[in-house]
């Protein structure tokens, strides 16, 4: 016997809920058929997914690693039924795209409207969170593909590199940390607790100490944002200065804004990319809207 498409979506329902009465009611099931189809389960492949010793819903470490699979299986099966269903259409039915924070409020705006128009029987769903979160829902099968900024390490994943987001230096005006007077700005002699930054977490912290190649660790404040919003607000108030991601400028500062930008060296830049499973059979899809996005960057 093998398990059937319902078992599984019962699983995966008790992964996403971690208890009985909440996973069964999801699944429009009473308490106790939803008990006995996660029993029959765990009977069908003979081994124990649930570890029931707790008061608290645990799932085995084997039952770990069979939700991961089952929740790759249900993917597989949800894009068959799409293709079968749209004529082998590309981009419709249903897609999950995961993208961070720093992308999304600056690319979804013009990308959304865009993508529906051309693509009408796409039915896109989004989440946001941090580039680590993302890649593992990814891996687990809870996303299908990923918007991201490079470089990350990601394991079993195929990437699309889209374009090159480069760092702006923002400051506010007549800012006692720059030194107004040079053309270009001289890192070394930044001083102590001057740049500001995302807090740990945010690849964005990452790919601007090594794009605009900050050495020393002094200069680096103690204190840290938690969104690119937040972080300006320091910048505005004259705490130190910081690394803007050019897509970022238009929607975060105004023409009477008392934040100045200046520009980089050419190389001070992060890299924008797509992602996906490297066993997805909608990879042909996922280049279309990679396409797409470089399409619209370049408008």
């Known amino acids: ?10 699983l995966i329902a008790l992964d996403d809920h971690l208890h009985f009465g909440k996973a069964s009611a999801a699944c429009f099931i009473s308490q106790s058929a939803f008990s006995i ?38 993917s597989d099966i949800e894009t068959l039924i799409h293709i079968a269903a749209s004529g082998q259409e590309p981009l419709s039915g249903r897609l999950t795209l995961g993208i961070i924070p720093t992308i999304a409020p600056f690319l979804l705006p013009p990308f959304i409207p ?22 593992e829902q ?55 607790e001057s740049v500001l930054l995302l807090e ?20 680096v404040s103690r204190f840290a944002a938690t969104s690119l919003q937040t972080l300006l607000q320091m910048v505005v108030a004259d705490l130190g200065i910081t690394f803007l991601p050019a897509m970022a400028r238009h929607s975060l500062i105004g023409k009477e804004s008392d934040l100045q930008l200046h520009p980089m060296p050419k190389q001070s830049f992060r890299e924008i990319g797509l992602a996906w499973r490297k066993s997805s059979s909608r990879s042909d899809e996922f280049t279309l809207l990679g396409d797409l996005l470089q399409e619209l960057h370049q408008l």
């Open 1 to 10: 016997m093998i398990p059937t498409i319902k078992q599984l979506k019962y």
């Open 37 to 74: 189809a996660i029993k029959e389960l765990e009977t069908t492949l003979n081994v124990q997914l649930v570890d029931r010793s707790n008061k608290s819903v645990m799932m085995t470490e084997t039952g770990r690693a069979i939700i991961r699979q089952a929740r790759l299986c249900i």
């Open 114 to 135: 865009e993508v529906l128009n051309r693509f009408p029987k796409l039915q896109l769903y989004l989440r946001e969170d941090k580039t680590a979160v993302i890649h």
């Open 138 to 192: 990814l891996l687990d099968g809870k996303l299908d593909l990923i918007l991201v900024a490079l470089p990350f390490q990601m394991k079993n994943v195929t990437i699309m590199p889209l374009f090159e987001d480069p760092f702006l230096l923002a400051c506010r005006r007549g800012s006692k940390w720059v030194n107004a007077t040079k053309d270009e700005l001289d890192f070394d002699a930044l001083p102590d």
């Open 200 to 219: 740990d977490g945010h690849c964005l912290r990452d790919h601007a100490l090594a794009a605009c190649k900050i050495r020393d660790s002094d200069q």
